[in-house]
């Protein structure tokens, strides 16, 4: 069973992801916070799998609630919701330890989907905020794309280089299957050794280290 604590300062809101989650098999919501700091202490009290966190809240914001999160109860992840456009906020979420973002709009299916993949360990990045997360990214930062160390990626094999830039467009394994012409289980097993290679934890962090390092420049 996959436990799941529900943090955003909206009630409705709220509700409405319980509606969703109780309904799936092998999902419970275990509970529920409405800013950082009590978020922070149902992680302590309840020990969720997975921390769905919204970034803009009164008192302790997503952003530090996610900080202590990660760092004290690592076995909680936390997958941030974002508003249409990804802000410094949810981008700030991320560097604090964040297991990925998705859009506070998302369809049911995908939501369920992003909660089970960041239970079981991944990492979770929407295709569609991608290039938005790499814009935010370059212009906080300063860094213009092929400027940045890139020796680590010498430690990867041709095809694994290529399977990282297909992670760092969004894509899942079974879309960088169909793209490379490789069965799933080969993607995975190449996921699986180029996130240790690049002492990564996540797709997430891939996405950054490949564009901060020039391997896929923004559009």
Do not use: C, W
């Amino acid at each position: 069973m996959t436990g799941v604590l529900l943090v955003d300062d909206q009630p409705l809101l709220r509700m409405g992801f319980r509606l969703v989650l109780e309904a799936q098999p092998g999902m419970t919501v275990v509970g529920e916070a409405g800013e950082g700091a009590e978020a922070v202490s149902q992680v302590a009290a309840l020990a969720p799998d997975v921390v769905l966190m919204d970034v803009r809240m009164p008192g302790m914001d997503g952003i530090e609630a996610t900080e202590l999160i990660t760092r004290d109860h690592p076995a909680s992840r936390v997958l941030i919701l974002t508003t249409f456009d990804l802000d410094e906020y949810a981008f700030a979420a991320l560097h604090a330890g964040a297991a990925g973002f998705l859009l506070k709009n998302v369809q049911p299916a995908e939501l369920i989907a992003g909660i089970r993949t960041v239970a079981a360990g991944d990492g979770v990045v929407a295709p569609r905020l991608t290039r938005r997360l790499i814009e935010t990214f370059t212009r906080q930062h300063g860094v213009r794309p092929g400027t940045a160390d890139d020796a680590r990626l010498d430690r990867l094999t041709g095809r694994e280089r290529e399977v990282l830039i297909e992670m760092a467009k969004g894509h899942s394994n079974a879309e960088i299957a169909a793209t490379l012409g490789l069965s799933e289980a080969t993607v995975k097993t190449h996921v699986s050794r180029i996130l240790p290679k690049l002492g990564l934890r996540d797709r997430v962090q891939a996405v950054v280290l490949a564009y901060q390092t020039g391997l896929i420049r923004p559009l």
